[in-house]
């Protein structure tokens, strides 16, 4: 999965809202629009701007990129702001669009490899500090990249007061309501708001099981012959490079007893045996004890 470009401006028609989504069961599980945790507009992208402007994605969110303090401090640092995000997170994918540019970047979820809540000094001319969502980005989609080369891009999203959710257009029942009510929750920041969007929409995409994971796996498959039978199906197990027959190896590693892997011809088992009859040594063979 990669970071995809986006030129159309999302709308909350496009998705069902949260409230909506919690509060009824849906018709089906398939082909639904996707559901609307979180709409932030107005927020504040902070970043590299040669990581940036390295990305194709990125790169024309950049020309809304304002002075981070003077003109000296800013020669020192690569960090460029850029107001006007509006922050969508759903269900799907967490997009950043900026309507004055009509550009956007959808982002997956299995993207972010880290995000954290973190202070930041949106100016450096200020001592001010805000509270921004960190997140880091891992560009390179080949699990067999060294780690030396994995690409990543860092990224901090400042968002401002959230929006009130769409309404729900399911009717809520007062008596319920008033009964059952849940206790009022601690009013959270704009950006613990953000971070639990974006934790919650990441659980629904965990990272898929990596191939060369396989091998580490325990195996459940009895081993051939483990149960004391050697049959036509697992005969080729007990066979070396020239045919010839190897008897299996007892547990904790000694040999069987004596006569295990033995094959033994009919002439050998019929010699000796007329009518019933049998050699002594078969009778003290087969003698019953108790």
């Not at 997170?89 to 997956?108: N, R």
Request: proline share 10%; net charge negative.
């Amino acid at each position: 999965m990669s970071l995809e470009s986006i030129h159309e401006v999302p709308s909350v028609e496009g998705f069902t809202p949260i409230s909506d989504h919690r509060s009824q069961t849906p018709s089906s599980f398939f082909g639904g629009r996707p559901v609307l945790h979180l709409h932030s507009p107005g927020a504040t992208l902070l970043g590299s701007k040669e990581q940036l402007e390295a990305q194709p994605t990125f790169a024309r969110l950049c020309s809304l990129a304002v002075s981070n303090g003077n003109a000296e401090e800013a020669n020192e640092s690569d960090e460029i702001v850029i107001p006007g995000i509006d922050i969508w997170v759903t269900s799907e994918h967490l997009l950043l669009f900026a309507t004055a540019t009509s550009a956007g970047v959808s982002i997956p979820y299995p993207t972010i490899s880290l995000h954290a809540i973190q202070r930041r000094h949106v100016s450096q001319s200020s001592s001010s500090e805000s509270q921004g969502l960190y997140m880091q980005l891992t560009l390179t989609t080949s699990e067999y990249t060294p780690e030396e080369d994995i690409e990543t891009l860092e990224i901090t999203l400042i968002p401002s007061a959230p929006s009130p959710a769409p309404a729900s257009t399911v009717p809520t029942n007062p008596i319920s309501d008033t009964t059952l009510a849940d206790p009022p929750a601690l009013p959270q920041s704009p950006v613990q708001v953000l971070f639990g969007a974006v934790t919650a929409c990441a659980d629904l995409h965990p990272d898929p099981q990596s191939p060369s994971s396989s091998h580490l796996e325990p195996r459940n498959e009895p081993i051939p012959g483990a149960g004391g039978w050697i049959t036509s199906e697992n005969m080729d197990h007990f066979l070396d490079e020239n045919g010839e027959f190897c008897p299996p190896q007892a547990e904790g590693g000694g040999d069987l007893g004596p006569g295990a892997g033995l094959v033994r011809l009919r002439e050998d088992t019929d010699e000796g045996l007329v009518n019933g009859g049998g050699t002594e040594e078969d009778e003290t063979k087969w003698r019953r004890t108790d």
